[in-house]
């Protein structure tokens, strides 16, 4: 007797599950509160939220973007005003929302990848990525933590920057830590915080080629090497910089024989 009204119960249960799901067609949102505590009795109450691919967006921001509210079945979340919200949260490059029936919503998130650091013509300091968009702007804390990526400077400097740390990367040139990019749209790019490249217009890489091609011939005290001219070389001197004994020596021995 007891299996006979465990069976319909359960027969029940999936007719009402048949119900909603095809009648979902016609379902309104403005579904009432009665409506919704019945949806949660069959088991359309969410239970699980899986979110895939965060690394650094707010999990906590994420979940209030659900705004999940007790005795609210999963029929009652408004998905695009949700992803939409979401898409706004500044790590976020585009997301996806999903409902996985009965009682599941799924979270799939494309983030944001800082490449470098770009100091602003207002001195701010912000994250950008490969597209050149402003992450998010940092702190003086939180800038400690970027130390590690290309700093930046030029109104123009997050639009170009993707191809000159592609150039970077490629080369393998791990010394470049600051880069400034003018209005004649080339780069001058700081080696070892010290030595200024002023690499040619267009075609970055090639003119970094050039700058590995000449490095070991370069001097220490060596302030400037100028490489925006296809066929020359321009260096400049810093008068600061001691020269090396080598340098002195050779330089002695020029003299002795004028």
């Known amino acids: 007797m007891i299996s006979e009204y465990k069976w319909l119960f359960y027969s029940a249960k999936i007719a009402l599950w048949m119900i909603v799901i095809f009648g979902g067609v016609i379902y309104r949102w ?14 359309f109450r969410v239970e699980e939220i899986f979110v895939e691919g965060r690394k650094r967006s707010d999990l906590l921001v994420i979940k209030r973007a659900l705004n999940l509210i007790p005795q609210r079945s999963i029929f009652s979340l408004n998905l695009p005003k949700i992803l939409n919200t979401i898409e706004n949260i500044p ?18 998130l494309c ?28 702190s003086s804390k939180e800038l400690v933590k970027w130390n590690n990526l290309l700093r930046i400077i030029g109104t123009n400097a997050p639009s170009n920057v993707f191809d000159l740390q592609k150039s970077l990367s490629l080369l393998r ?10 209005r004649s749209g080339r780069w001058d790019v700081y080696v070892d915080h010290k030595l200024c490249v002023k ?3 267009g075609d970055v890489r090639f003119g970094l080629q050039r700058f590995l091609a000449l490095r070991h011939r370069i001097p220490k005290n060596v302030k400037v090497v100028d490489l925006r001219s296809g066929d020359s070389v321009l260096i ?13 020596r050779a330089k002695k021995e020029k003299n002795e024989k004028i």
């Open 30 to 43: 403005s579904a009432s509160d009665s409506m919704h505590r019945l949806l949660c009795w069959a088991g």
């Open 91 to 108: 790590w976020v490059r585009s997301a996806v929302i999903e409902r996985i029936f009965p009682n599941r919503i799924y979270i799939r």
């Open 111 to 138: 983030e944001r990848e800082p490449i470098a650091v770009w100091v602003a013509p207002d001195q701010k300091k912000y994250l950008v990525d490969k597209e050149g968009l402003v992450i998010l702007s940092l």
């Open 173 to 182: 040139i791990n010394s470049v830590h600051e880069a400034i990019f003018l």
């Open 199 to 201: 690499l040619p217009e």
């Open 236 to 248: 400049e001197f810093d008068k600061d910089v001691p020269q090396s004994l080598e340098e002195q």
